[in-house]
T-cell receptor
Framework: DTGVSQDPRHKITKRGQNVTFRCDPI?????LYWYRQTLGQGPEFLTY????????KSRLLSDRFSAERPKGSFSTLEIQRTEQGDSAMYLC???????????FGSGTRLTVV | GQSLEQPSEVTAVEGAIVQINCTYQTSGFYGLSWYQQHDGGAPTFLSY????GLEETGRFSSFLSRSDSYGYLLLQELQMKDSASYFC????????FGTGTRLQVFP
């Protein structure tokens, strides 16, 4: 297993377009998390899944954001009608739910122009 | 709400010891974790405290005092490669990250 993979690494999109990111977690991990990070700030929690169930969604997450984990393996995060304020690094992490360590992917850097 | 505050920046020289503090206003968490993040990279797990006291992992040690709502990360024998951002994070059903501390190590 090569860790948590995210695709694409970089995405530039025009304001108003929709974008979708993919995350492939460590295969044994049943929990998957999405975070957003802007420059100089700590990662901010967006949502998390246990297997295919979405258990929590941040109140900060607008209705333009949606995440899925259809088979309890990979996950997608979609942002509709992107805004310049959506520009950030989107990080995915996975954990076994039993321990305390999370494994993060290298992230998808989104730039909305 | 839940918040974890850290100094924004710390500087030190190679070979020195540095302490990065984390004060928090949160409750009901299982423990306190520390993550390292190099520019453009992924956060990587460093250390975890479930109980009060000191945990040592090689050059890195972490401390937690729940009664003082306080923790710290201690980095010894600093190396240039330790220049990075460091985050404390409260472990609940998810990680709640602190504000982050940028460490710069000078030769």
């Amino acid at each position: 297993d090569t860790g948590v993979s995210q695709d694409p690494r970089h995405k530039i999109t025009k304001r108003g377009q929709n974008v979708t990111f993919r995350c492939d977690p460590i295969s044994e991990h049943n929990r998957l998390y999405w975070y957003r990070q802007t420059l100089g700030q700590g990662p901010e929690f967006l949502t998390y899944f246990q297997n295919e169930a979405q258990l929590e969604k941040s109140r900060l997450l607008s209705d333009r954001f949606s995440a899925e984990r259809p088979k309890g393996s990979f996950s997608t995060l979609e942002i509709q009608r992107t805004e310049q304020g959506d520009s950030a690094m989107y990080l995915c992490a996975s954990s076994s739910g039993q321990g305390y360590g999370y494994t993060f992917g290298s992230g998808t850097r989104l730039t909305v122009v | 709400g839940q918040s974890l505050e850290q100094p924004s920046e710390v500087t030190a020289v190679e070979g020195a010891i540095v302490q990065i503090n984390c004060t928090y206003q949160t409750s009901g968490f299982y423990g306190l974790s520390w993550y390292q993040q190099h520019d453009g990279g992924a956060p990587t797990f460093l250390s975890y405290n479930a109980l009060d006291g000191l945990e040592e992992t090689g050059r890195f040690s972490s401390f937690l005092s729940r009664s003082d709502s306080y923790g710290y990360l201690l980095l010894q024998e600093l190396q240039m490669k330790d220049s990075a951002s460091y985050f404390c994070a409260a472990n609940t059903d998810k990680l709640i990250f602190g504000t982050g501390t940028r460490l710069q190590v000078f030769p």
